[in-house]
């Protein structure tokens, strides 16, 4: 999230992780300028919304595209809830549909050029999320990681990990793929 441009706007403060944000985004970024020989999934749990506000349990999941051999047991990824806070009268124009995940929009931007935020602010961005118990991993972000990983460890009943041992490559994914413009002409 923290490569969408009108990140540092939205946060409403510097970041030391969001350096460089619009040069990175440009050159399809994941890390430093540089393409991360890795996909971050996402995957959001739950979502509460109103005209005002919308908030998010969301749940990653960091895949390499190399063939790593781990020596120790490592985590799948990390769960967080996220607030954003309109600060217009309205919510905006939405963006136009994506009708049919299956087959590519011609309309689909690869990289975005606009503040994908707009008047909307970030407000909180904590981990865990709010089915979690405190210090643990939002249960059905557990869920999906078991689901995407079956062979994973199931340790402290909030966590998943890796056993170690040799953990394929899975070739990166395509940046922001089928990522539909806003309504608006830009």
């Excluded at 990175?24 to 994941?30: A, D, F, L, W």
Aim: glycine share 8%; aromatic share 10%.
């Amino acid at each position: 999230m923290d490569s969408f441009p009108g990140y540092r706007e939205a946060i409403g403060y510097p970041d030391n992780a969001d350096r460089d944000i619009a040069a990175g985004v440009q050159s399809g970024n994941t890390e430093e300028n540089r393409v991360g020989e890795f996909t971050v999934n996402y995957h959001i749990t739950e979502l509460i919304e109103s005209h005002t506000e919308v908030t998010a349990n969301v749940c990653d999941d960091i895949v390499h595209a190399e063939t790593i051999d781990h020596d120790r047991i490592t985590g799948h990824g990390f769960s967080w809830t996220v607030s954003l806070h309109n600060t217009a009268d309205t919510p905006g124009l939405p963006g136009i549909v994506d009708t049919d995940r299956a087959n590519h929009d011609p309309r689909a931007r690869r990289t975005p050029n606009w503040n994908v935020f707009g008047t909307w602010k970030i407000t909180r961005f904590t981990p865990q999320g709010l089915n979690a118990a405190p210090g643990g991993a939002d249960p059905a972000c557990k869920s999906w990681w078991l689901a995407n990983h079956p062979d994973a460890l199931n340790i402290d009943s909030d966590y998943t990990f890796r056993a170690p041992g040799v953990v394929p490559g899975v070739p990166r994914a395509p940046q922001y793929p089928e990522w539909i413009g806003p309504s608006e002409p830009q």
